[in-house]
């Protein structure tokens, strides 16, 4: 399997990311086109040489005119989905845009729909983090894994002012994540895109064992005295067996996957016509919930009613419980911590047909695999090609 791994002995962010992937044999040309791939005009890139700490690495820079002063959700949403990325590199971006949105909700205390994007609704975040998930794609990587993040010390100024190194944000989104604080007087090392990016891509801790095929530096703006400001990323190849030892390691169960702590919330409502429950489900699942199910069940003096159970990470069982009340007719909301044992599984790419759908892919407990490929790709398809779904679901399989 081919994996990537990060080493940020100096930090994140989205254009160290860049950088180390045009380092370690990424296309230079993917990175200079990609504002034009995106439908974004005038913006300049430039991949230079530099020196950090003596060490030879790649910088990135982009040269934007002025823009919209942050961005909401929904057009971050519409510029990802304009663009010719697979179906696999949209949704993972789509993802951290997400991530991002949902922690700064909860930090400001309102919803995902008013949060107004700020540095990472920019242009070069837009550009960083669909370039480092696109980039990943385009090298053949097909897990990444991460080593412990240094988190920085000192203040560094926001929109919403001068804020404490790592920031609300920055810390919220590395939650679960390896990390560590200083060095004393680096500053900021972290920045809310890079720990999105780390917070999507990363499997864990690196294999204990794999096959080094790449390897590159991509610059830091800051240059230190005593150490390089660069973040190394190293191409490699891992067997099955070094993949299994690695997630036993990083707390996965060796038969069976990883198991979550996260918060059930249930609400039982006899009182809502099927389209109001319907609309307040797609709400939750728009706001980022883990799980929605409708269950149908029976109130007092045996009226039928809906039990409705939205699954969530206990950092956000406020925000939903709010949602939860709010969009619906409920009184009352109970909350439970559960334990779920989650698969590992990743996303792949294939071709059929000319088209390009997304397959996840998910490793089962006697170390075979199981695939599904993507409803909405395999309906796309289908339609484009006048095969039935069945047909193009099994192309799809059997291109992997």
């Given at each position: 399997?081919r ?14 990311f ?10 230079e ?10 439908g ?31 961005r ?9 989905e ?55 794609e385009?090298?053949?990587v ?26 609300a ?5 590395l939650e ?9 007087g ?6 809310p ?54 997630s036993?390691?990083?707390g ?8 979550e702590?996260?918060i ?38 045996g ?5 409705v159970e ?16 709010i ?20 996303m792949?790419?294939v ?6 759908i ?5 490793l ?6 199981r ?30």
């Open positions: 399997m994996i990537a791994i990060l080493d940020p002995f100096s930090g994140i962010s989205g254009d160290m860049l950088g180390a992937l045009v380092d370690a044999g990424l296309e040309s993917f990175l200079l086109d990609l504002p034009r791939t995106l974004i005009d005038g913006v300049e890139v430039r991949v230079s040489r530099v020196s950090r700490g003596q060490i030879a690495c790649r910088k990135v820079d982009f040269a934007i005119p002025p823009q919209p002063h942050g909401h959700l929904k057009h971050i949403r519409a510029i990802v304009a663009t010719p990325a697979p179906a696999s590199v949209k949704e993972r971006a789509m993802e951290a845009f997400t991530l991002i949105t949902e922690c700064e909700a909860a930090i400001h205390g309102t919803t995902v729909e008013r949060v107004h994007l700020h540095e990472v609704g920019s242009v070069d975040a837009i550009l960083d983090i669909v370039g480092a998930i696109w980039g990943l385009r090298l053949g097909e897990r990444v894994f991460c080593g412990t993040i240094p988190l920085g010390d000192g203040f560094v100024d926001t929109a919403h002012g001068r804020m404490a190194v790592p920031t944000a920055t810390l919220k989104l679960g994540l390896p990390v560590r604080p200083g060095p004393e680096s500053g900021e090392l972290v920045t895109t890079g720990a999105a990016l780390v917070r999507v891509l990363s499997s864990g801790p690196p294999p204990h064992e794999f096959v080094t095929r790449a390897s590159g530096f991509g610059a830091g703006t800051k240059e230190f005295a005593d150490r390089a400001n660069a973040l190394r990323l190293v191409i490699a190849d891992a067997t099955p067996e070094a993949m299994q030892a690695s036993r390691r990083s996965a169960t060796a038969d069976a996957g990883q198991v702590r996260l059930m919330l249930a609400a039982d409502i006899d009182d809502a016509t099927g389209e109001m429950i319907a609309g307040m489900a797609d709400a939750l699942r728009l706001a980022g919930a883990l799980d929605v199910s409708l269950l149908s069940t029976v109130m007092k003096k009226r039928p009613g809906t039990r939205v699954l969530c990470a206990p950092s956000d069982a406020d925000r939903f419980e709010r949602l939860l009340l969009e619906s007719t409920t009184i009352g909301v109970r909350r439970a911590e559960v334990l779920r044992r989650a698969l590992p599984r990743e792949r790419t071709e059929v047909l000319g088209h390009t997304a397959v996840k892919v998910v089962l407990p006697d170390g075979t695999r695939a599904k490929p993507e409803y909405e790709d395999v309906r796309r398809v289908a339609t484009a090609t006048g095969r039935t779904m069945g047909q193009v679901a099994d192309a799809a399989k059997a291109a992997l």
